[in-house]
C-alpha cells in the first residue's frame, strides 16, 4: 500500500502542473507562430499562408528609418538609467531601512515607499502631471529656492529625466522588499563578531551587509539586463506629447504607431521581433558574466 501512494503522489503533483502548463503554450508559446509575419508584405485578408514572403526587406527598411534610430538611442539611455539607479536606489534604501531599531518604522516606511508599486501608470500619469507641471508641487519647492519653473513633461532637455526619476519612484520599493528579505538571511553572530574586534556601524555594513546581499544583487542586475530595450511603454505612452517625441520616443512606441496607427503589422513585428532577441541575448550574456564573475549562476 505503501509503494502504491508513493507512485500516485508524484502524478497528483505533475496533474497540478497541466493547466498552468497548457495556458503557458497556448498564451506564450502558440503567438510565437505570428512572428512570420516580420517576413512577409503582410496583409490581414491574405493571412500568414497567402501574404507575400520579402524576407528581411522590413528589417532592412527598418534600421534605415530616421525613427528607428531616434528610438533605438532614446531606448537605450532610458534604460540604462533605469536599471543602475533601479539597482543603487533600493540597495541604499535597505540600508538604511535595515539601520532602523524600531520594528513599527521599517513596516510604516516599506508600506509608503510599495505603494506605488499597485498603481497604475494611467493613474500614475495624472498624479506626475500634477506635481511636474509648471505651477505643480515640484517647482514650487523649487520657486522657494529661487529656481525659475522648468517644464519638467515638455521640455526634452528634462524629460528623460523625469521618465527616469518617476519610474524609480513608482518602482524602488519592490527593489527593497527583495533586499530587506536578503538582509534577513545574515548571521547576528557575524555582526558580533565585526563588533568584537572594534568595527563600528560601517564596517558591519561593509564586511558584513554587503557581502551578505551581493548574491541577491548580483541575480537581480542579471534579470534586469535583460530589459536593457525596455524603456517602459506604459510610462512613456501616459507621459510623452508631440513636443517631447524627440527625447521619449523609444522602441515600445515605434513599434504601436506602426502598428496601431499606421496598419503597418510587418515592419511593427520586426521590430519587435529584434528587440526580443537583443533581451533573449543580453539575458545569456549576463548570466555568463555573472557566473564568470562571481561564480554565481540562476541556473
Known sequence: ????????????FYSMLFLPTLLLIVYSYVPMGGIIIAFQNYKPLMGFFKSEFVGLENFRQVFQSSQFGRAMVNTVIIAFWKIVWGLIVPVVFALMLNELRSTLGKRVAQTVVYLPHFVSWVLMAGIITNLFSLKGTVNMILGFFGVEPI??????DWFRFTLIITDIWKNFGWGTIVYMAALTGIDMNLYEAVAIDGGGRWQ???????????STVILMMTLSLGNVLNAGFDQVFNLMNDVTMKSGDILDTLVYRLGMEQMNYSRSTAVGLFKS???????????????????????
Open 151 to 156: 517644464f519638467f513633461l515638455g521640455d526634452n
Open 204 to 214: 558591519q555594513t561593509l564586511h558584513v551587509t554587503l557581502p551578505g546581499i551581493a
Open 1 to 12: 500500500m505503501k509503494n502504491k501512494k508513493k507512485r500516485k503522489t508524484p502524478l497528483a
Open 277 to 299: 532577441v537583443v533581451g533573449a541575448v543580453m539575458i545569456v550574456l549576463s548570466h555568463k558574466l555573472a557566473d564568470k564573475a562571481a561564480g554565481y549562476s540562476i541556473f
